[in-house]
């Protein structure tokens, strides 16, 4: 059903995949949106070693997207080093292909978006936490990918540095 990748000696192994979904802090869900064409958007999201979770709006176009097809990608690029003599960037990224569905389950919603805010915010105050989670509870929406596949990559030049 996936792909398998063709430069397989710059495939990351699964503990790197996890460490990129770890420490990543920026990535891009690409969704089925209207009209056929693909809706990739910007998304903050925490990787909690099985699941990726996600928040937004109650309404939208992403919602609009995940209800008509729940299948999606997720990517995230851990390191882009551009190279401009040789004409590439030395990168690392891992991309995961899914199932997205709207978390109901009141308490499971909740501990999502606490790892969520942790991760984003990890020095501020448990208090304040809590304040503004609850402060925004209402017109939150938690997003959780089930994880299908999951394939990283990185550029040849950081596997000839490793050998």
Known sequence: MFREMRRKKQALSPQENADILHRGTSS??????????????????????????FHCAKSG????????????SFCVIHQDVIVPEEFTTYFRS??????????????????AIEKLAIKYA????????????????QSLCMLEMTIDYMTGKEAIEFVRNRT
């Open 122 to 137: 990890p020095n501020e105050p448990a208090a304040h936490l809590e304040n503004t989670i609850n402060r925004e509870w």
């Open 28 to 53: 891009v869900l690409a969704l089925s949106g209207d009209d056929h064409y693909p809706y990739a958007v910007p998304i903050s999201y925490v990787y909690d070693g099985e699941k990726i979770y």
């Open 94 to 111: 891992v991309i995961v292909f899914g199932q997205i569905h709207i978390m109901t389950d009141e308490l499971k919603k909740r501990k």
């Open 61 to 72: 176009h992403k919602l609009d997207a995940i209800q008509r097809n729940a299948s999606a």
